[in-house]
């Protein structure tokens, strides 16, 4: 029997395709693609007509890799954008004439799905997974299947980008190390993390990140040229990296971004709001090290589809 799982992000909309064997799961197909359906989002509270337009045209793609695939049961769920979107059901009725069943998973869902997923690959007593994505960020530790703290923060990489980054400033592709953009983001961050979470000693938890930031970062760290799940599954990213990286990128402009091996031309412009994040958040928490997991939200919603 062969399963799938959609997720219709801020930021990108991915597929997943597996086959059930017995107790066994195997990939068959996995795709992402940028698609930016939360563009403008913080400005407007809208989905664009245009951000509709290119996250239903990969829709069609993945239909075709439903029916190429033999599908027997998918679910197909988006995030934050159409969460918060005041036009969220012109956009729904969209991907509903294209023939999908189609629902919008409440943030402590999302996060709770993420959590038990990478529960399930890790295995350690006390587990934290952040999911950095386009337009929200959920936080979760517990100790095994006990969640102590759950949070889902309203910001990401795309409303990040589209808050602090001016946009007119990055069509000159100039760099950043002297500019005041990255350290009032830092400093709402800073802010944000310290209100949000609780005073607790988080260095003891084993900390793991999905989302195309941290498995970027990891691409750019091996200087892949061709993207591979499996070297970058598992891989460490420690507090030294976050700041090396940040201040790399912060003296290359965005065209120069988007030469850098490892790191998706589409992601040149969200990335360094990404990395600020996680090296706020390794200040705030004492951690000093975050494991990339590429069981992310994707893995979830297949196991939530075999329990349902």
């Not at 999908?100 to 690959?121: M, R, S, T, W």
């Not at 992310?296 to 349902?308: A, N, P, Q, V």
């Amino acid at each position: 029997m062969n399963l799938a799982s959609i997720d219709i992000g801020t930021n990108s909309c991915r597929l997943l395709v597996v086959k059930k064997e017995k107790d066994s799961l195997i990939p068959l197909l996995k795709k992402n693609y940028v698609t930016r359906l939360g563009e403008g989002l913080i400005k407007h509270n809208l989905i664009l007509e245009e951000a509709m337009e290119r996250t239903l045209n990969v829709l069609k793609e993945f239909k075709k890799d439903l029916e190429k695939y033999k599908v027997s049961k998918y679910i197909c769920a988006c995030t934050e954008a159409v969460r918060r979107a005041k036009n969220k059901n012109i956009f729904l009725e969209k991907v509903k004439k294209l023939g999908f069943d189609i629902q919008i998973l409440p943030d402590y869902l999302e996060a709770k799905l993420i959590y038990f997923a990478n529960l399930k690959e890790f295995k350690k007593n006390k587990l934290l997974t952040i999911d950095l994505g386009g337009g929200s960020t959920e936080i979760v530790f517990g100790k095994k299947d006990n969640i102590e703290f759950l949070k889902s923060l309203k910001i990401g990489i795309v409303t990040l980008y589209e808050k602090f980054i001016n946009k007119n400033f990055e069509k000159k592709g100039e760099a950043y190390e002297k500019r005041k953009d990255l350290k009032d983001l830092e400093n709402f961050l800073k802010e944000l993390l310290k209100k949000a979470l609780p005073k607790k000693n988080l260095k003891d938890y084993f900390a793991v990140s999905v989302g195309g930031t941290i498995t970027s970062i990891v691409a750019m760290k091996l200087n892949l040229k061709t993207y591979k799940e499996e070297l970058v599954h598992g891989q460490k990213v420690t507090y030294k990296d976050l700041v090396y990286f940040c201040e790399l990128l912060s003296q290359k402009g965005l065209e120069d971004r988007k030469k850098i091996l490892g790191l998706h031309p589409k992601r040149a412009d969200v990335i360094l709001p990404g990395i600020c994040f996680y090296k706020v958040f390794c200040e705030v928490t004492n951690i000093d090290c975050i494991t990339a997991s590429e069981k992310s939200l994707l893995w979830g919603l297949i196991y939530y589809l075999l329990e349902k």
